[in-house]
């Protein structure tokens, strides 16, 4: 950050999409059994190529006072993430668990811009409409929560960097939505919640994104 600076200034949002390299064998393990090692490699790629996509365009239509931002892991080697971002938009994820990789990634768009918006790479169910609700949301209060069907959340926005959003959280696990509300009341920030949204875990999840992705290909 410039901070001796006076020209520079935060930017109005920034998004901020968390994307790891397919690997077969280590990709979405919950959809192997019903589409192999490498199907289920595939399928994450799918999942973060249209979330990337959605991601980009919408900050892209809205103007260059919103930044895209793809972190990725465990480098930005693969060319995947060539594809979905320019290298002036991509970021190496910092190190540690999944709360440690929040409180950086949310700590550096903080110093970037005056709101965050913080989404997995299979919020597929996500929409620009979902966006721009979720950015008007942030001029009325600190954070805004996206929860998913499973108990997690698929997209968390704040204008307000508190590092205890991602300690203690039970990643991984259903209690996790829950969880971040518990450390939004004991902060005292009002929120605003939008409707729970799907993502994709389970085979059923993949077949309903197949599904959509052939309707959204056929109305373009």
């Given at each position: 950050m410039l901070n001796g600076d006076r020209s520079?200034?935060?930017?109005?949002?920034?998004?901020?999409?968390?994307?790891?390299?397919?690997?077969?064998?280590?990709?979405?393990t919950r959809l192997i059994p019903a589409l192999g090692?490498?199907?289920?490699?595939?399928a994450h790629a799918a999942l973060?190529?249209?979330?990337?996509?959605?991601?980009?365009?919408?900050?892209?239509?809205?103007?260059?006072?919103?930044?895209?931002?793809?972190?990725?892991?465990?480098?930005?080697?693969?060319?995947?993430?060539?594809r979905l971002a320019e290298a002036s938009q991509l970021r190496v994820q910092p190190?540690?668990?999944?709360?440690?990789?929040?409180?950086?990634?949310?700590?550096?768009?903080?110093?970037?811009?005056?709101?965050?918006?913080?989404?997995?790479?299979?919020?597929?169910?996500?929409?620009?409409?979902?966006?721009?609700r979720a950015e008007e949301a942030l001029s009325r209060h600190p954070a805004v929560l996206i929860p998913a069907l499973d108990g997690g959340y698929v997209l968390l926005g704040l204008t307000r960097y508190a590092p205890?959003?991602?300690?203690?959280?039970?990643?991984?696990?259903?209690?996790?939505?829950?969880?971040?509300?518990?450390?939004?009341?004991?902060?005292?920030w009002s929120w605003e919640e939008l409707p729970g949204h799907w993502d994709v875990d389970r085979p059923e999840d993949w077949e309903r994104f197949r599904t959509l992705e052939k309707d959204w290909s056929d109305n373009c």
């Open positions: 520079f200034r935060k930017a109005a949002l920034s998004l901020n999409l968390l994307g790891r390299a397919p690997s077969p064998g280590f990709s979405k090692a490498e199907g289920a490699a595939r973060l190529t249209h979330v990337a996509r959605l991601a980009r365009q919408w900050c892209a239509m809205r103007g260059p006072e919103h930044r895209f931002r793809l972190w990725a892991t465990p480098d930005f080697r693969a060319p995947l993430f060539a190190e540690g668990d999944l709360g440690a990789r929040l409180r950086g990634i949310a700590q550096a768009a903080m110093a970037e811009a005056e709101a965050v918006l913080l989404l997995g790479g299979d919020a597929v169910s996500l929409d620009s409409a979902t966006l721009n205890e959003l991602f300690r203690e959280i039970p990643w991984g696990g259903d209690g996790v939505a829950e969880a971040t509300r518990g450390v939004l009341r004991a902060l005292e």
